[in-house]
């Protein structure tokens, strides 16, 4: 079995903790929305034409299908 070293001058920037809540889960379904959308509403801040680049995974899908929701194409 390998084991994985890190470097020495790698850097962690987000250090993921999980945190159990007892919110209903459409709340937190609410939550995750609002965050995302915050997110790529900020992002489509432009003056030039906006295009996006799909990979068919769930997270370029889900940023296209709240970028439709914000621009109401």
């Known amino acids: 079995m390998r084991e994985f070293i890190v470097p020495?001058?790698?850097?962690?920037f987000y250090k993921h903790t999980f945190?159990?809540?007892n919110q209903p889960f459409v709340q937190e379904v609410k939550k995750i929305h609002y965050v995302i959308s915050d997110s790529v509403a900020r992002q489509l801040r432009s003056d030039?034409?906006?295009?996006?680049?799909?990979?068919?995974g769930i997270d370029s899908?889900?940023?296209v299908a709240v970028v439709k929701e914000?621009?109401?194409?």
């Open 8 to 12: 020495s001058s790698f850097h962690f």
């Open 19 to 21: 945190c159990p809540t």
């Open 48 to 56: 030039v034409p906006i295009v996006s680049i799909l990979s068919e």
């Open 61 to 63: 899908s889900s940023i």
């Open 70 to 73: 914000i621009i109401h194409v």
